[in-house]
């Protein structure tokens, strides 16, 4: 089986956007439900409504991938879990290093998702010595002192990184000088990194803010609503200068990769 480090995703060269390739997984997760119910077919319009976007731009989508259905019948099920899979880069091995084995790092170590979309945990890394050896979801914790040893050992070429915000920079460095050229950061910090590295950035408190922007704009428009006019209250216990974080927080994104990376958020 080939790994991550000698074989990469060719959606780059076939000129696939990259808001196209965020949907994708979209996709896969709701044709892989479909298979395992043996769904033959379905049409754009179903698989739209389960991926949580809309018709015409799921058949744009597909158009990047040569994908056209056929009129009547709808989209081979099986085909499609296949395509979007090979598109991804997911009929191969990718070895993952999770460095930081807290209570977020020991959770992703167990998290089974991983081997059934194609990632392989090959290691878990932390700074802490009294880890050394201590085996989480059945992989023993290696000190990060031989991070690069372990990387090149097994053709690690994406990193998660699950550190304290302090350390997740220095922590990134080493990562990307060993070679690894993908990272996905849960750390609550914004990772510099040079080009040809791609960083997809997991904040959960950031996400919570947006919903609290939301649900804050909800009530006022309740309360205006009620009062016929005057000022959006501000509601459900948030504060004004909660509400404006959040506001700013929805319009930027951090740790864009080199293709203006979205947010990135676990799959169900």
Known sequence: MATGR?????????????ATVARLPLYLRALTALSERSVPT???????????????????????????????VGYDVEYLVYQISRELGLTQDWPVVIVG??????????????????FRVAALIDADPAMAGKPVAGIPVQH??????????????????ATPAGAAQPVCDRLVAAGVTSILNFAPTVLSVPDGVDVRKVDLSIELQILAFHEQRKAGEEAAGSDGAG???TGRGVSASASAAASASAST???KGPDGDVPAVMPA
């Open 231 to 233: 000022p959006v209250a």
């Open 101 to 118: 084995i807290g209570n977020l790092g020991a959770a992703l170590a167990n998290y089974g998702g991983f081997a059934s979309r194609g």
């Open 42 to 72: 379905v049409s754009s319009e179903e698989l739209a409504a389960a991926a949580g976007v809309n018709s015409a731009k799921l058949r744009k989508d597909f158009s990047y991938l040569g994908s056209y259905g056929t009129r009547g």
């Open 6 to 18: 000698t074989h990469r995703p060719a959606t780059r060269s076939r000129g696939i956007p990259e």
């Open 253 to 255: 994104s951090s740790d």
């Open 144 to 161: 990060s002192d031989d991070l690069e040893k372990i990387i090149e050992d097994n053709g690690v070429s994406i990193g998660v990184i």
